[in-house]
């Protein structure tokens, strides 16, 4: 009884472990959060859940943001500009680039970029 206990909790272990390793495998980037409506750019430079999207991407979304803000303080700070400033000459790169269907933000409307 004992023996089979052991074996059960080993298999139980394993499988956990791969599933948690499939789970990485299959984690979440910006390009699929965008893709898939999880993740929209604000007119700010920065990341937003859409209406409607679920919450999946949250952890992302936070992730992203921080580092955007750092590197905007440095270039801010660089060159004598405010934050506001340089969030909003960053979207207007990054919404040149986006593919059409995805959504942003503009002046607070949420909309899907059409080309």
């Known amino acids: 009884?004992?023996?089979?206990?052991?074996?059960?909790?080993?298999?139980?272990?394993?499988?956990?472990l791969v599933m948690g390793?499939?789970?990485?495998?299959?984690?979440?980037?910006?390009?699929?959060?965008?893709?898939?409506?999880?993740?929209g750019e604000v007119d700010n430079g920065l990341l937003a859940i859409p209406p409607g999207a679920a919450s999946d991407a949250r952890t992302l979304i936070e992730t992203i943001n921080n580092s955007r803000r750092a590197e905007y303080a440095k270039v801010a700070a660089k060159n004598n500009l405010t934050l506001d400033v340089v969030g909003g000459m960053m979207f207007q790169k990054i919404y040149s680039r986006l593919p059409a269907g995805t959504w942003v933000q503009v002046e607070g409307k949420w909309t899907k970029k059409a080309q």
């Open 1 to 16: 009884m004992r023996t089979m206990q052991s074996i059960t909790s080993k298999v139980a272990l394993i499988m956990m």
């Open 21 to 39: 390793m499939a789970l990485t495998a299959f984690a979440l980037d910006l390009d699929t959060a965008r893709s898939s409506g999880l993740a």
